[in-house]
């Protein structure tokens, strides 16, 4: 019953909501409104999940003293400082809270993301010593749609912001309608495996 | 003075991050650590102000919605996820907030495919509509696994792999310019804010 009653929920829950999509009337439209407030309410505690997990895995780190145990009182640390920074001095511009996010934060995640450049690039390298021609027609596309971004692209040439756009608009549209539509159906898929209790892995392990 | 402590501290952790590109080292790690702990703590009270306060603690509180109470119990749920013995209960929570998915179905086939396929399938009045329209119907044709690629299917699902080709190197450019956008904003950073060689 541990595993049966969830399923139960879900699967009517589910059902009711694709009906109302279907047939939206008041009643339905009312209770959807009064459910949407019940999932607002629950979702801030899947923080907590989150908050558990992280001082579980590096508590265990820490109590255990495994190697570079050290950067598990940074991660925890760092953690437990912002928190209570946003708690005593709200979250408002000019406050601690928000000196953390622009000077440690904010330059960070950019410095992490621009790291990629370096990697996308020799990820490009790798691509064009495969010397396939379908390799090739990525690179060349990549390189016209780069370059027609940046001034030297008209510059070098008055064709090339034209070819990114029609690269842009006619292959890579087709590219992405085509992708979506296996996206849609994926996703619809899925979701009826949950409805219908054929994908259960989301109830996790146990009884 | 402030600024400039401020300025110092930045470009440390950045040049840490950085430092990487030579090899692994303490201070990529330390910057690391640093970057998970600071971003969930950033996350918490930004979820309290945003998501607890208005959908949980004002209902209850101010404007004395106490069935709100029973979501915010289930909620609380989500705690037993670890536990062996209660791990069960976790389930609730979940169910709940995944039963949603019962609107996603017709609104993820309205907007993902029938949308789509109306686009694909307005009249062809020039040779890029009939480009567009190839590239999608041979792209699909490619991911249907059910007959084998060989022959003339073969040659149409290979037109699909050159329009994906050149559709993955557009998003591919695009992101190699989004990171050097980045890239260029943190060397102006560092060359600019913090060193001033640069205004």
Known sequence: MKRQIPLIIIITLGFMFVAHSFIPHKISTEFFDWFQDWVKAISPFAVSLGIMSLFMVHGTKISRKVPNWQYSVVTLGGLIFTAVAGFVWGTQAGTPYMWLFENVQMPMSASMFALLAFYIASAAYKAFRARSAEATVLLIAAVIVMLGQVPLGAMISKWIPETSTWILNVPNLAAKRAIMIGVGLGMTATSLKILLGIERTYLGGGD | ?199
Do not use: C
Request: avoid cysteine; hydrophobic fraction near 55%; charge should be positive.
């Open chain 2, 1 to 199: 003075m402030f600024e400039t402590i401020s300025n110092f501290i930045a470009a440390f952790l950045t040049l840490s991050i950085f430092s990487f590109l030579y090899k692994d080292n303490p201070f990529y790690k330390f910057a690391e650590a640093l970057l998970v702990g600071v971003s969930m703590g950033y996350a918490i009270p930004l979820v309290y102000e945003s998501v607890f306060i208005p959908y949980v603690y004002t209902p209850i509180f101010l404007s004395h919605k106490f069935i709100i109470i029973i979501p915010a119990l289930l909620g609380s749920l989500y705690i037993f996820r670890f536990s062996k013995n209660l791990g069960w209960l976790s389930r609730y929570p979940i169910v709940f907030g995944m039963s949603i998915i019962g609107m996603s179905i017709p609104m993820s086939i309205n907007s993902y495919v029938l949308v789509q396929m109306r686009s694909a399938m307005l009249p062809i009045d020039g040779i890029n509509s009939a480009l567009i329209f190839i590239g999608t119907v041979t792209i699909l044709l490619y991911f249907f696994f059910s007959k084998a690629h060989k022959g003339i299917y073969g040659k149409v699902t290979n037109v699909g792999i050159w329009f994906m080709m050149i559709g993955f190197g557009a998003s591919f450019g695009y992101t190699v310019m989004a990171r050097v956008s980045l890239l260029i904003g943190r060397i102006q950073f560092l060359l600019g804010d913090w060193l001033g060689l640069v205004k």
